[in-house]
């Protein structure tokens, strides 16, 4: 290889993430965030904005994040005209996203023609899910013909966790079974077996499962059509509302950032209140329904930023889930874990809680590294 350190590129509808990393070490080199990007060719030019910074670094190869990946893809891949073929095909099922995601692999190949790309999928670790999970109750040929049907997403967040968890815990990750809780602006829950996505909250689209930043996350289903007819608004404009208008911000009134209300709350603001109830009771009820789809619960993680960060989320949500022996250890909650491998719950509680941070930018490198390698070796 030319060099040791792996270009991680994450395109947005209006963004680019980067971060050049050493793949062994985890070591960042460099990272940013080009925003408000628009029109023809932005990524493109975000793309040459980046090269300005990382100029004079060797590059060994490059990993996208790919957001979707439908039923092609259960693993990361190699990037070559198939498979960029098979991205754009799943655009119907991410039309925000994956159209932006091609939209950096061309840019980047170009610049970068040389080295291997590789993608990595958001959906790939849940495609372990079994039938029983991931099948709508809806006519079986609009799964046979439009592949409607559950597919997930942070995959690369919660197989991160995952393998984290067996380590700071001594044991075998084919021995564990975990729920891993990603809670950004994003959120979504994972049910694990044996190191295998077995059910997750997210569905077709990142919309469905908990509630989020402005998500409104599972809702009645013909709450399309009443709002049509009776709020006067489209079908798009519902969409929109659900996707963009809902959750922390819709239930609030005035935020997506659960850092701001839980200062709100503080002060007494009541619909800060109600949203982060709701959000916390959502959780916690959404765990217990992927514990059906385990033997036993070995531990419980939380990660993402509010996972994280939140010692009040974390509170509320293990009270949610007494009915599992969850006893908070509140000295441990309130420095996140730190000084004790990620635990957060007692010694008496029957139900294990950590928190391990994520980080899905190694996990693309090091898939990227891994893919580069076997190429190289052929």
Do not use: W
Not at 63 to 79: D, I, K, M, N
Not at 331 to 346: E, F, K
């Amino acid at each position: 290889m030319p060099g040791p350190n792996v270009l991680v590129v994450n395109c947005g509808s209006s963004s680019l993430k980067f971060a050049l990393i050493e793949p062994d070490s985890g070591d960042v080199i460099r990272r940013g965030l080009v925003e408000r990007l628009s029109g023809a060719g932005a990524h493109a030019r975000a793309l040459d904005q980046v090269l300005e910074k990382l100029e004079g670094q060797a590059i060994a190869a490059v990993g996208h994040r790919v957001v979707h990946g439908g039923e092609y893809f259960a693993e990361s891949v190699l990037l070559d005209a198939d498979a960029i073929a098979k991205i754009a095909a799943c655009s119907e099922l991410a039309p925000l996203h994956n159209p932006a995601n091609l939209s950096g692999i061309e840019a980047a190949r170009e610049r970068f023609p040389d080295v291997p790309h590789v993608a990595v999928f958001d959906t790939a670790f849940h495609q372990s899910l079994p039938p029983k999970a991931f099948m709508y109750a809806i006519p079986h040929e609009l799964y046979e013909k439009h592949k409607v049907r559950r597919y997930g997403f942070h995959g690369s967040s919660h197989r991160y966790v995952a393998t984290e968890t067996a380590r700071l815990l001594g044991k075998p990750l084919e021995r564990l079974d975990l729920v891993t809780a990603h809670l950004g602006n994003g959120c979504s829950a994972c049910a694990i077996h044996a190191g295998r996505s077995v059910d997750t909250t997210m569905g077709l689209t990142p919309l469905e499962g908990l509630v989020m930043g402005t998500r409104s996350g599972d809702v009645d289903p013909n709450l399309h059509d009443f709002l049509v007819e009776h709020a006067g608004l489209s079908l798009s404009e519902v969409t929109d509302l659900l996707n963009r208008k809902s959750g922390l911000l819709g239930l609030s009134g005035s935020s997506n950032d659960m850092r701001t209300l839980l200062k709100a709350r503080e002060q007494g603001d009541e619909r800060a209140s109600l949203a982060i109830g709701v959000f916390t009771y959502r959780l916690a009820k959404a765990i217990l329904g992927l514990a059906a789809a385990l033997e036993r619960v070995d531990a419980l993680v939380f990660t993402g930023g509010i996972g994280e960060h939140a010692q009040a989320i974390r509170a509320e949500t293990l009270d949610g889930l007494r009915v599992l022996g969850a006893v908070l250890d509140p000295a441990l909650n309130a420095t996140n874990g730190v000084s004790s491998g990620g635990r957060i719950t007692g010694g008496e509680s029957r139900l294990l809680a950590l928190v391990v941070p994520t980080n899905e930018e190694l996990v693309i490198a090091r898939e990227a590294t891994r893919l580069a390698a076997s190429l190289l070796g052929r």
